[in-house]
Each structure stands twice: as C-alpha cells, then as structure tokens.
C-alpha cells in the first residue's frame, strides 16, 4: 500500500514558507488599490501580475491553487466557495444552450440534482449511465456533447469506473472528460489517466474538519500541437488558446463562469484548506488501511456491507488493480429498513450523524430521508438508495473501535 510519501515531503514543503511567516500569510482583502491608473490599466489587460479583486483571484487562494495543480499535476487550478461551485465552474465554463452531457456513475446528490434539474432548465440536456455501460456511453456522444461527466468513486453506490477507458473513450469522440476526484485525492490521478479537468470538494477530506468549505477545479495544458479543445466542438476556446496558449482553460474558466457566477473562493477557506493539505497524505493512508480491516470485520459478523475490497463486489477486480491506493473513506451498511437505520444510528456512539464526508472523525447518515428525499423510487434504483442504506465516513480512530462500536449499535 502507497503511503502517498512524496506528497508528505510536497505538501507542507510548499504550504510552508521558509522566509518570513511559516504559515500561510492571509489576505482576506476583497480589493487591492492599483496605485496609479497605468498599472490599473496593466492589471486589466493582464500585462501587469497584481491582484485585480478577490472574486477573480487572491493571493491567499491562489498558492493553494497551485498546490493543487501540482498535485493533480495540471496546468493550474481555480478554487471556488465549494465542490458545487467547482462543478459548476467547470461544466459551465464548456456549455451552451443545446448542448449535451453524460453523466457516468453513482453521482453525489448535488451534482445530479444539478444536471437533471438545473442545467435543463437553461436548455442543456444529461443523458445518465452506469460505469459499465461502454456501448452505450459512446452511441450517446453527438456533435453537440461537450462534457462526459464521471465519479471517481460512487458515492454512495460504491461502484468503481474503469476511468482509463472511458478517458479513451471520450478521446476518440474529441469529448472533455471532467472527474470529481473528490474522494481519492491522491489516491487517484485523473489527468494522468486521461481526463482534462477534475474537480474537488476540498470540504471533505483535504480540509479533513470540517472546518472550511470550498472547491477547486484543476485543469490539464492544452497541447501545442493537435487537441480535442482545438476542434470545432469546442470553438469558443479559440481566442483564449491564442492569448494564453497552453492555460487557456483557466482564462476561460475564469471569463466565462467565475466572473459572472461569482463562485470565488473565500481567502479564509483557502488558508483553513492548506494547514488541512499539510496532514491529507497521512490521514488518507491511516484511513484507507482502516477501512479495509473495518468492512471485513463487518462483512464476517453478518452485517451487508458494501465496498469494493470485499470479494463480493462486483468490481472487487477493479479496486485490486486500479484502485490500489484505496477508494477514499466510504462504505455503506443496509440495515434493510429505515427502523434498523435509523436504530443502528441511534445506538451508535462513535459516529456523528452528518451529510458530511472525509472527517477526521467517522460520520454516518441514513441515504432515503436524508440527501435523497426528494428523488422519486426510480432515480433512487438507480443511484443505488435502498431504504435501510447508512453511509459510512471513516475517520481516523482506532478501526477496533469502530468495529466494536458499530458491532453493538447494529444488535
Ligand atoms: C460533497 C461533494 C460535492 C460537493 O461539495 P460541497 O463542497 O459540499 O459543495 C461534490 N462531489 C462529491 C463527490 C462530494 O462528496
């Protein structure tokens, strides 16, 4: 098992600061006076690099943009107010009216409420997939689909995509594939496997307290010679490509979503969010070896758990081959009713009940009254929401005691 060492050595090398304040310094400034009218004028058509106003960048937040660019090894980043505001930084800054998307996997509430309900009242139109319905995924791709959409991880159906074939996939057809990596940070690298932009909560696990909301979206360079961004398809990229070359993606993103939603990361957060990356490799290895011993436990004292490091998986293949860094901090329990549910919490002392993920502390909730109330019978089959099903956090307590916790509450 990876423990993630050079993002040890990384991570509190580039948030600390050997000359001066060691921590992050924090400017929560909303505007920056320019001084004088000609650098004013530099600052706006970009030939001067001073801070124009803070919903467009900050200082603050733009070194943990570049963290995280280099973590994901992208071009460069934008962090938003949250994971929604990174997704939706991201699809918009690639829609139109008319246009189509697929959305593959088990999806975070939030997101799919925001292609179904959202985006098709502004004209644009999701089709929806299981991770392994590949035929299918390629027969719906048409000159109008902008996005393919994926979860690096089912949350909270558990299913694993084969993430390299679908980036083939959405290579050949010329399509963008955006991940939301928002569960394996590190333990995935989506634009090593071929996606072009994966976005983040970092509310979850890379702030890890629940301490600070926020997002990010990170983008690959565009290449110097042939790219899917250069094609037709994706024809507004172009004045950007030829002003900012490789980075135009951020332009872009910045131009065509940030500055006129206004989904601008708050400095503070940004701050909170790098002492949280500092710890994210050591607290992500501890948990991922904790679960695995956790759902077995489960699993053989008769509980009906579901995580892929179980050999009843369907895609336990995949998690021992591609996912070998672990799959994040979830599991889920069916207790098989909402009574069972709702005792199981109730008896429970370790967890906290919360829609939250990625804790430090493990947090549990139960899927159909909570996140998914609102979703008719048919969307919740097919996102995977039974009435007895509890979510599972793992945090960083000791996994015997979870078990045991959990092995009580569940009597
Ligand atoms: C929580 C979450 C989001 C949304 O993040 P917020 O910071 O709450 O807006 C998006 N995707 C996934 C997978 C999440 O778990």
Same mark, same amino acid.
């Given at each position: 098992m990876n423990n993630f060492e050079e993002y040890c050595t990384t991570f509190v090398q580039s948030v !600390? *600061? #050997? =000359? %001066? &304040?060691? *921590?992050p310094v924090l400017i929560g400034s909303a505007s920056f006076g320019y001084g004088t009218p000609q650098i004013a004028e530099g600052i706006f058509d970009g030939s001067v690099k001073k801070p124009l106003y803070s919903r467009m960048g900050n200082p603050t937040t733009a070194k943990l943009e570049s963290i995280l660019a280099e973590m994901d090894g992208g071009i460069g980043a934008v962090a938003t107010s949250s994971g929604m505001g990174a997704t939706t930084l991201a699809v918009m800054s690639l829609l139109a009216s008319g246009d189509e998307v697929i959305s593959i996997g088990g999806l975070f509430g939030g997101t799919y409420s925001l292609f179904s309900e959202t985006l098709s009242r502004f004209g644009i139109t999701t089709h929806f997939f299981d991770v392994d319905e590949f035929d299918a995924i390629q027969n719906a /791709? +048409?000159? @109008? +689909?902008?996005i393919i959409f994926l979860e690096s991880v089912g949350n909270p159906n558990m299913r694993l995509p084969d993430i390299k074939k679908i980036a083939t996939i959405a290579h050949e057809a010329g399509v963008a594939l955006i991940v939301d990596n928002t569960i394996t940070p590190l333990s995935i690298l989506p634009l090593k496997l071929g996606a072009d932009i994966v976005v983040y *909560? +970092? +509310? #979850? /696990? /890379?702030? %890890? @307290? &629940?301490s600070a909301l926020g997002g990010c979206a990170i983008f690959r360079a565009i290449g $110097? %010679? $042939? =790219?899917?961004?250069?094609s037709p398809r994706y024809d507004f990229l172009a004045k950007f490509i030829k002003s900012a070359g490789g980075m135009a993606l951020i332009p872009n993103a910045k131009k065509r979503a940030l500055r006129d939603f206004g989904m601008s990361a708050n400095a503070h957060a940004s701050y909170q969010t790098m002492l949280g990356l500092e710890t994210l490799p050591l607290r992500l290895s501890r948990v991922i070896q904790s679960i695995e011993i956790i759902v077995k436990e489960l699993h053989e004292q008769g509980l009906n758990i579901n995580h892929p *490091?179980?050999?009843?998986?369907?895609?336990h293949a995949r998690y021992l081959e591609q996912f070998q860094n672990g799959c994040g901090t979830l599991f889920t329990i069916d207790m098989g009713t909402k009574e069972k549910a709702f005792e199981f919490l109730n008896k429970t002392k370790l967890a906290t009940i919360t829609a @939250?993920? !990625? =804790?430090?502390r493990t947090l549990a909730l139960h899927m159909a009254s909570t996140i998914y109330r609102d979703f008719d019978d048919e969307t919740k089959k097919f996102l995977g929401i039974t009435d007895g099903l509890i979510r599972i956090s793992i945090g960083l307590e000791s996994p015997h005691d979870i078990i045991n916790d959990f092995l009580q509450a569940s009597k």
């Open positions: !600390g *600061s #050997k =000359d %001066g &304040a060691v *921590s /791709i +048409t000159k @109008n +689909t902008k *909560s +970092t +509310t #979850k /696990i /890379i702030s %890890g @307290n &629940a $110097e %010679g $042939e =790219d899917k961004f250069k *490091s179980l050999v009843k998986h369907p895609h @939250n993920i !990625g =804790d430090s």
